[in-house]
């Protein structure tokens, strides 16, 4: 098989788990078997990376917006969001520090990524506002790191044992986060993610409705 029917394979493969993620998610936390189709849009459609180095410096990026994005919830009145905010900050920067590590010792001429930001500013936002802002952009935002992470995986495009073990361990984290997440939705705000401000996963639902 050549290595660019691979890696269409491996995109389709990509394309079909993000479709899963969200089903699976959705079927447990209300038992809904019905799947609402809806066109993906802005952050989710961007493109799969097509090497090691590619998916570090695709990953550095994502993980600082999502880092800018979770410094904020240290004003969230909620518990709940300010312990998943320093969570995020303190996994992702620890990360971000280690692939910046290898992109220098394995990857030192790596092109530079042009990252477009998912996460909205929330520097005005308080109160509920912040929370359903924050959750509306970060699930959607996790799922393209899920996505990522099973990409490079489902294509053996890692070089290294150590950025494997790390795209799992970002696959099971932030699908977990993403659970949570939508549950969260759900409960406080009594409404359907629709994939953040663009809508960018069209009617996948959370509750049901």
Known sequence: ????????????????????????????????????????????????PASEAEYLTEMVAHHEDAVDAATQLARSERKQMRELGASIVDSQTAQIEQMNDWLARWHPDADPTHYEP???????????????AFLDDMIGHHMTAVMMSQHLLAADLAEHAEVTELAEQIREEQHAEIATMMRWFRDWYGASWRGGPMGMMGDWSGDGN
Not at 13 to 32: E, P, R
Not at 118 to 132: A, E, K, N, P, V
């Open 1 to 48: 098989m050549s290595r660019q029917t691979v890696t269409v394979v491996a995109a389709l493969l990509g394309a079909l788990a993000l479709v899963a993620v969200t089903v699976l998610i959705t079927l447990a936390l209300d038992g809904d078997d019905s799947s609402r189709s809806g066109a993906m849009g802005h952050g989710m459609a961007q493109s799969y």
């Open 118 to 132: 998912m996460m909205r500013d929330l520097s005005g936002l308080d109160g509920d506002q912040l929370d359903r």
